[in-house]
């Protein structure tokens, strides 16, 4: 039999029996579930991503909920296991929840909880370094003092691309998009174009209404304009980081093998990515291409972020656990974060509530 995983035991008298696959950063979350009569196991296993095996074994035969990662396969095989182990509850700690299948989760009558409200600007933050490092070619130019080869300035050395009075394109303007449309609309003088499913009339206004519009008008700058897209290939046709390509969302969104055929054939091309089609693993050639900047999925690596996401996982499998209803907004879910009050009784965010039939709080 294969040796068991380690793990670290906290409150091993609590009546609910809940496991974190990974220790999260922050010690809130651990406090919550263990003042709340939770026996909390975390998994302190030196593997970085544990297969489903190995956390059908942290879940044994009885096990109430599950915090788990955006790296694990939660499909009909772990929601069954967590079934049969009496467990009713799993939550991501990730606003996507791409890993998991949720029709699975439904039929074997899970809750699947996951983090939205807390990564939004720091996600988009990221999108944006991203944006400036490749716009300004910084991790080139850094290799190359790191490397003693500068000798002196030069009027082409590291030429990059001014972003001020460009267009930034946005394909998905939801809560990430917005906030980074923003960023780049009014920290750099940007004009907008992005394609959504959904009109993004919050952002709309921003940047020509009261606030920013405004704002430019009275300090006798020229207005920042935006436009909705009709089409993805539009936002690509006329937006000026057509040089530049940032993915901060999800790795299969790009074909990374054709994005390398491209980055070779186009040196002035410039992408920036934090989430990889292969994910841990790099397409062959991307590593040796100049103009990428790679990262490891770091957009949502704030502290506060961070603490953030692992408090409304917390949250989300002890609200199932006690029968507490859903919160209603799960963008607004500031209350939960308020280190000098309890949290509110409700559940942050289960993405199945209403395929469930789980109550809305009323709070
Ligand atoms: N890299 C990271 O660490 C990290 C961190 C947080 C979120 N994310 C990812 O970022 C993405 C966005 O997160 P969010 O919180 O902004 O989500 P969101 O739901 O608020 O926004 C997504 C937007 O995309 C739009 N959309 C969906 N399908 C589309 C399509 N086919 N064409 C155009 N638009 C489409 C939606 O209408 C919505 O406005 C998610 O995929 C999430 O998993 C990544």
Redesign the pocket.
């Known amino acids: 039999m294969a040796k068991p995983l380690q793990v670290e035991v906290y409150n091993p008298n609590g009546k609910y029996r809940v496991i974190s696959t990974k220790s999260m950063p922050g010690t809130r979350w651990i406090n919550l579930l263990i003042e709340q009569d939770c026996r909390l196991e975390i998994c302190t296993q030196k593997k970085t991503i544990l297969s489903v095996e190995d956390i059908i074994s942290l879940i044994g035969d009885r096990c109430d909920g599950v915090i788990g990662q955006l790296t694990e396969d939660w499909g009909e095989t772990l929601f069954s296991a967590l079934s049969r182990a009496g467990g009713k509850a799993f939550s991501n700690m990730?606003?996507?929840y791409?890993n998991v299948d949720v029709n699975a989760a439904n039929k074997y009558g899970v809750a699947v909880g996951n983090t939205?409200g807390v990564?939004?600007e720091t996600?988009a933050e990221l999108a944006a370094s991203l944006s400036l490092a490749a716009a300004r070619r910084i991790v080139e130019a850094d290799e190359f003092m790191r490397a003693g080869l500068y000798d002196g300035w030069l009027p082409h050395l590291f030429v990059g691309n001014l972003l001020k009075g460009q267009t930034v394109g946005v394909?998905?303007?939801?809560?990430?998009?917005s906030a980074y449309a923003r960023m780049m609309v009014e920290g750099f003088k940007m004009n907008l174009i992005y394609?959504?499913?959904?009109q993004?009339t919050r952002l709309e206004k921003f940047v020509t209404g009261m606030s920013y519009g405004q704002f430019l008008k009275a300090n006798g700058e020229q207005p920042v304009t935006w436009k909705r897209a009709s089409s993805?290939d539009e936002v690509l046709r006329e937006a000026d980081v057509e040089a530049i390509l940032i993915n901060?969302?999800?790795g299969p969104v790009i074909d990374e093998v054709a994005l390398v055929e491209h980055l070779r054939a186009n040196p002035m091309f410039r992408v920036g990515l934090?989430?990889f089609e292969d994910e841990p693993y790099m397409k062959p050639g991307l590593s040796e291409m100049k103009n990428a900047i790679v990262v490891p999925?770091?957009?949502?690596a704030s502290k506060w972020t961070r603490e953030g996401m692992a408090t409304l996982a917390a949250l989300n499998v002890l609200g199932k656990i006690k029968g507490y209803p859903i919160w209603g907004d799960p963008n607004r879910v500031e209350p939960f974060l308020d280190e000098n009050s309890p949290p509110p009784a409700a559940c942050p965010s289960i993405v199945n509530s209403k395929a469930l039939g789980l109550p809305v709080s009323k709070l």
Request: proline share 3%; charged share 15%.
């Open positions: 990730a606003v996507g791409n939205p990564l939004t996600t394909i998905g303007a939801g809560r990430i998009g394609y959504d499913l959904y993004a993805m901060c969302s999800r934090d989430v999925h770091i957009a949502s």
